[in-house]
């Protein structure tokens, strides 16, 4: 089913969601970051679901540098005329919080957090991630 939504539509960036992630979640690392790569590839204001997503294979492969870039890149473009999606949106300050915080950044850490909890009162991670590393 993931692979037909890609032949329907190829050029679909949000096309490549449900086949990236299940690709990752069968661990196929490599193919789940193809489709990450292609889906930015081609329409990088319009994937804040393939952001979140890629950054979060990309933290759990502790690759944290890249998975914070890819982060912040989709924050950046929020200011460029992305919808403001709340569930996207405070997904991305949680996973670009996370990454910090695995390079020793504390101070953006705890930032980004606070504003991931901010958008979403909700968003338990980031609230427990702001308990167990600020004690917050």
Known sequence: WA???????????LAYVIPARLARERGEVARAEELY??????????????????ARLLVSQKRYE????VA??????????IPNEQHSTTQLWEVAGVAALNQGKRAVALGRLEKAVLINPNNTAA?????????K
């Open 3 to 13: 692979d037909r939504t890609l032949q329907h539509n190829p050029i679909m960036a």
């Open 37 to 54: 790569h292609e889906g930015l590839r081609l329409d990088p204001y319009w994937t804040l679901d393939l952001s979140v997503d890629y």
């Open 66 to 69: 890249e998975a914070e870039r």
């Open 72 to 81: 912040t890149r989709a924050l950046d473009q929020l200011g460029v005329g």
């Open 127 to 135: 609230k427990s991630l702001l308990h167990d590393a600020f004690g």
